[in-house]
């Protein structure tokens, strides 16, 4: 075998190799991007269901407008909210916790707990915490693939190349003990 056989045979080897590992970045990086599609989906059925859940809890505790509105900011806060990973994940952490506060509620009023409109609306509540849980370990395990890809070798070098980066996980913030346990809602 002649010197430019082997040369052209490795030529194409790596060149082969290049162009499944920038196909394997942009299959990775686009499954995040649905991950967190997912997420996006969950929450906005999440903000959705709130008004409805406030409104029937404003009939039996109308006196709780403190606790309704702090609801309500919390929801606005969290639909509005665009930025870093971080501070997604912050404002969806402060909506758990005042959405837990509006469930303690249920204790000062026996004829809430026993309100066919409430409960379905806890249940689907609970619903869709289940739904938006397993949407960000999803998104988590996506976002572990890319970057073990981004960080190992070989592939690392070709994601320095193509700017391939890697991802931030959706975490809780330390010292958010609250937010680490999903809303209860049952009786």
């Known amino acids: 075998m002649s010197t430019g056989l082997i040369v052209l045979i490795i ?4 060149a082969v190799y290049f162009g499944m590992a920038y196909n394997t970045f942009i299959t990775l990086k686009n499954r995040v991007k649905e991950a967190w599609s997912d997420i996006e989906v969950q929450m906005k059925r999440r903000y ?9 809890v404003k009939g039996y505790a109308a006196h709780e407008s403190g ?4 609801v309500i900011q919390a929801r606005n806060m969290a639909m509005a909210q665009h930025g870093s990973m971080k501070e997604v994940a912050q404002s969806e952490n402060i909506l758990t916790g005042a959405l837990k506060s509006l469930f303690a509620l249920k204790e000062s009023y026996p004829d809430l707990k026993a309100n066919q409109n409430f409960l379905e609306l806890q249940r689907e509540l609970r619903d869709t915490e289940d739904k938006l849980q397993a949407a960000r370990r999803f998104y988590n395990g996506n976002v572990m693939n890319l970057n073990n890809k981004v960080e190992m070798f070989p592939s690392n070098i070709i994601a320095g190349m193509f700017h391939f980066e890697k991802a931030e996980f959706f975490e809780l913030a330390e010292g958010e003990q609250e937010a680490r346990q999903a809303v209860k809602v049952k009786f």
């Open 48 to 56: 959705d269901l709130i008004p409805n859940l406030v409104e029937t």
């Open 67 to 70: 606790t309704l509105e702090k």
């Open 11 to 14: 030529v194409i080897v790596v």
